[in-house]
């Protein structure tokens, strides 16, 4: 379901996941082929989206076994939605799949090492205390040079192992500890909230740094909740359906009180209040709060209010002025900048120019196009742990891709993506480096204030 989608209330089969008008949808063109990276890189059809819409009708139907075939094509898929951009029918592919899984997963046992695996990455992933326990012991290694020496060690290792033990920051960063509210350095312009996060305070501390940085010189009072959490996406994706309103009914207590008497209003006043996300996959999955809540009476009318004021960053940016913040005349080295799009901005959200706009404006930097810019590079939330083969190949695949464009850096809007690209990268033994926007625009601030 694209942002903006409202709740789906058509019926729904009795032991079914999803309306049977919902599949016949798809008028079976097949013009999602070439925007799905899967069958790209197969060249199946049970591996495309329309194979996979012929496997959940059947699945539903009744007329397929649910077997570890099938749940294999189906876990394949990276909910990228490349399909829903490319779709002429408007097909509404991932609200079908994120149906599916919940009830695949009620259904179908997997193996012991992949509840292992499964159970470790939500265990972990989601839950920024644990998280932060984890990662404090390889902050020492890294400190005593044992990562480095691993990493150095890592060069002579088969690719599939390079790019599994590169899939680790490099280097781990300080973890983000942001204040509840941060002044601007100009002129108030607006009072905004932050989605702080989960993986991102945690594994990429700077670049949420350098968001409280470049929203502050714009003109922003910055509001970070401190009873705030993981937006949900990796439950929902993994088919935790029920976990993933959990973390959405947590946020909106924290983001939306039910003591405040006009929701986001009672902030500021006479402004629309945005709530602003810096990783493209939150963002995209609290724009639909509001359907993921609908049939929650305690929620839903919040969860809709929340979901209407959710901007990316960039967005935000863009919306605030048209002129970026200002940067400094000599703000970067970088000369050729690539950038790659984050699925869940560009195909769940529609968000491609604001990013790109911003980048152009740092001077010395030179866009320069990439082939399959908008192919999912095998993130996914986490994908890349779920499915490491097919990520390390979709990675490579993007690795080709920045290589032919001669850039010198690669710059996103997503962290799961910097973290996939750059250890596809380093695997490759290519010495391009990946950004976040909001890094290199804090960068280029001018050093009175700027950055962090």
């Known amino acids: 379901m694209s942002a903006g989608d409202t709740h789906d209330t058509r019926p729904v089969p009795a032991g079914g996941f999803a309306p049977e008008a919902a599949f016949l949808e798809c008028v079976h063109c097949g013009l999602c082929h070439g925007a799905c990276p899967t069958y790209v890189e197969l060249g199946t059809e049970a591996d495309s989206p329309r194979g996979r819409i012929h496997l959940m009708r059947a699945l539903q139907d ?244 929340l979901a209407a004021r959710v901007r990316d960053a960039t967005e935000l940016l863009c919306e605030l002025t048209a002129a970026p913040p200002p940067v400094a005349s000599d703000a970067t080295a970088f000369r050729r900048v690539a950038y790659h799009d984050p699925c869940h901005l560009a195909h769940a959200q529609g968000i491609r120019a604001a990013p790109r706009a911003l980048l152009a404006a740092i001077p010395g930097i030179i866009l320069v196009p990439m082939a399959d810019e908008d192919l999912c590079c095998g993130s996914a939330g986490h994908y890349n742990v779920m499915q490491p083969e097919m990520a390390r190949r979709l990675v490579a695949r993007k690795v080709e891709a920045i290589r032919a464009s001669g850039a010198d850096v690669v710059a996103t809007a997503n962290a799961g993506c910097a973290l996939q690209l750059e250890a596809g990268l380093r695997a490759a033994g290519l010495s391009t480096r990946v950004r976040h926007v909001l890094d290199l625009l804090a960068e280029a601030l001018p050093a009175a204030g700027g950055r962090r």
Request: net charge positive; aromatic share 4%.
């Open 62 to 305: 009744g007329t397929l076994a649910l077997d570890a075939d099938v749940v294999r094509h189906l876990d394949l898929c990276l909910g990228c939605r490349g399909c829903e951009t490319a779709c002429p029918s408007g097909v509404r592919y991932g609200s079908l799949i994120e149906a599916a899984r919940p009830w695949i997963e009620a259904r179908h046992r997997r193996g012991v090492v992949a509840r292992a695996r499964r159970r470790l990455a939500l265990a972990l992933l989601p839950d920024r205390r644990r998280m932060h326990l984890v990662l404090a012991p390889l902050r020492v290694l890294e400190q005593l040079g044992v990562l480095a020496l691993l990493r150095r060690v890592a060069r002579g290792l088969p690719p599939r192992w390079r790019y599994q033990l590169h899939l680790l920051p490099d280097p781990l960063t300080r973890a983000a500890e942001i204040p509840s509210e941060t002044a601007p350095t100009s002129g108030e312009r607006a009072r905004v909230q932050l989605l702080v996060g989960c993986v991102m305070p945690e594994l990429f501390g700077d670049t949420v740094r350098s968001t409280v940085t470049v929203l502050a010189r714009a003109g922003c009072r910055v509001l970070a909740p401190a009873a705030q959490g993981c937006c949900g996406a990796l439950a929902l994706h993994a088919g935790d359906r029920a976990a993933a309103q959990r973390c959405a009914r947590a946020n909106v207590d924290a983001f939306e009180p039910a003591n405040a008497p006009s929701g986001a209003a009672a902030l500021s006043p006479g402004t629309a209040t945005a709530l602003v996300v810096n990783a493209a996959g939150c963002g995209a999955m609290m724009k639909e709060y509001g359907a993921l809540l609908a049939d929650d009476p305690a929620y839903a009318a919040r969860a809709a209010r």
